[in-house]
């Protein structure tokens, strides 16, 4: 993908995002981390994502599972609890609000958390997996434990095996399942706006299937405070915390709704 190193200040066009979306029929979400931080659930990248002063970048390998599982156990147990307490913020039920019968919305989300089928949004694909699901590494077997806490760590199978989170971790595959869901939905749909919020978009899938969508005529959109290796490809910036923005794109989709 042809990134550059500098990435340009957009102005912030909040009333042509709004405008695109009032016509839109189809809608393509690209959701990271930061859709989640207004509800409490830290993103890696920022200072609270650190657990007892270690980089989850570094927690979220196998080579770290392998190393002590335990402690790997430990932290996803931590986050575990986290999102069963958090809430969807207001960004999420935006996004969720933003599905009406003559609009559909298609959500890709790096996130690990079910925020925004809590909110309501009913097409969501986990291409990172679920924090809720987990693995067992001797019969291969993957199913939903949604125990908070985990009863004891690391937890196992009924065959004995050890489970894992089922969730990607850093140099892992993506689940094929959720990678065909999005190629069906590229070659089924015709995209009219994409937004890509809170993610930096340094996975390249991400940042291809933006520009995919761009160039397929999309309007791409980006939600961020920060700028990211994505700024400088898209239509509009909306510069800011996606709870904030979204909640302002739905004032205006309300003062004036469309068809
Ligand atoms: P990331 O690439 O998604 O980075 C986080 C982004 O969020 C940054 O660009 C930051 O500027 C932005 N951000 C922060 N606060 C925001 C806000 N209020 N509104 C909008 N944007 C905001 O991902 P990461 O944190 O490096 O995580 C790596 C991977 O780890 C994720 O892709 C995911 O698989 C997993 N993860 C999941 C969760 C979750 O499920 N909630 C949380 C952290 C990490």
Same mark, same amino acid.
């Given at each position: 993908?042809?990134?550059?190193?500098?990435?340009?200040?957009? @102005?912030?066009?909040?009333?042509?995002? &709004?405008?695109?979306?009032?016509? !839109?029929?189809?809608?393509? &979400?690209?959701?990271?981390?930061?859709?989640? %931080?207004?509800?409490?659930?830290? @993103?890696?990248?920022?200072?609270?994502? /650190?657990?007892?002063?270690? #980089? =989850?970048?570094?927690?979220?390998?196998? !080579?770290?599972?392998?190393?002590?599982?335990?402690?790997? /156990?430990?932290?996803?147990?931590?986050?575990?609890?986290?999102?069963? #307490?958090?809430?969807?913020?207001?960004?999420?039920?935006?996004?969720?609000?933003?599905?009406?019968?003559?609009?559909?919305?298609?959500?890709?989300?790096? #996130?690990?958390?079910?925020?925004?089928?809590?909110?309501?949004?009913?097409?969501?694909?986990?291409?990172?997996?679920?924090?809720?699901?987990?693995?067992?590494?001797?019969?291969?077997?993957?199913?939903?434990?949604?125990?908070?806490?985990?009863?004891?760590?690391? =937890?196992?199978?009924?065959?004995?095996?050890?489970?894992?989170?089922?969730?990607?971790?850093?140099?892992?595959?993506?689940? !094929?399942?959720?990678? !065909?869901?999005?190629?069906?939905?590229?070659?089924?749909?015709?995209?009219?706006? %994409?937004? &890509?919020?809170? @993610?930096?978009?340094?996975?390249?899938?991400?940042?291809?299937? %933006?520009?995919?969508?761009?160039?397929?005529? %999309?309007?791409?959109?980006?939600?961020?405070?920060?700028? @990211? &290796?994505?700024?400088?490809?898209?239509?509009?910036?909306?510069?800011?915390?996606?709870?904030?923005?979204?909640?302002?794109?739905?004032?205006?989709?309300?003062?004036?709704?469309?068809?």
């Amino acid at each position: 993908m042809p990134y550059g190193a500098q990435s340009r200040a957009v @102005t912030p066009e909040l009333g042509t995002v &709004v405008q695109k979306l009032r016509d !839109a029929r189809n809608v393509l &979400v690209l959701s990271g981390a930061g859709v989640s %931080a207004e509800s409490n659930i830290p @993103t890696f990248r920022g200072e609270d994502g /650190w657990w007892r002063s270690l #980089n =989850p970048a570094e927690l979220a390998t196998f !080579a770290a599972f392998k190393r002590d599982p335990r402690l790997v /156990w430990e932290w996803y147990d931590y986050r575990r609890g986290l999102i069963a #307490n958090a809430s969807p913020n207001a960004g999420h039920r935006a996004l969720a609000g933003l599905e009406t019968p003559a609009r559909e919305v298609f959500t890709v989300t790096q #996130n690990v958390d079910d925020l925004h089928e809590r909110a309501g949004s009913h097409q969501v694909v986990h291409i990172h997996g679920s924090i809720w699901e987990v693995i067992c590494l001797k019969d291969g077997k993957t199913y939903e434990d949604r125990r908070v806490p985990l009863p004891g760590l690391p =937890p196992t199978c009924a065959c004995g095996g050890l489970l894992r989170p089922g969730v990607v971790w850093f140099g892992e595959a993506l689940p !094929a399942t959720a990678c !065909a869901q999005v190629e069906d939905y590229f070659h089924k749909s015709w995209i009219d706006v %994409a937004l &890509v919020i809170g @993610t930096e978009a340094t996975f390249s899938y991400i940042g291809d299937w %933006a520009l995919r969508a761009k160039r397929s005529g %999309a309007l791409l959109v980006e939600i961020n405070p920060s700028p @990211t &290796v994505l700024t400088q490809y898209v239509d509009v910036k909306l510069e800011g915390k996606a709870g904030e923005i979204l909640q302002e794109v739905k004032k205006g989709l309300s003062l004036n709704p469309g068809p």
